[in-house]
């Protein structure tokens, strides 16, 4: 393949990856810890606290809302960029 051509493709896709932003309400979170288990990206984690918390790198998250439908307390919010 054209070098020039497989740079200006890879450029693209990345200009048009989608963003995720997730966010955590701590004072909403009782520790039952299962968001941490159940993130696919690995990024939630439980804190000496004993709440969750965004652990790993927030930018791995890929809007899955598995984080969401799994808190029982309604402590995160999943936001498109
Ligand atoms: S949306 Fe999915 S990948 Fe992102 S933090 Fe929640 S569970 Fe993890
Ligand atoms: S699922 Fe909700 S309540 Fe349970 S540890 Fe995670 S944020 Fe806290």
Redesign the pocket.
Known sequence: MNPLTNWVSKSKREEQKTM?V?SIDRDKCDGCGA?AD????G??GMLDDGKAD?TGEAE?????????ATCPNEA?T?TEM
Do not use: H, R
Not at 38 to 41: E, G, L, S, T
Not at 61 to 68: D, I, L, P, S, Y
């Open positions: 995720y997730v968001c159940a993130c696919p990206a990024i939630l965004i791995e998250c890929m809007g899955c809302e598995t984080c969401v995160y999943v």
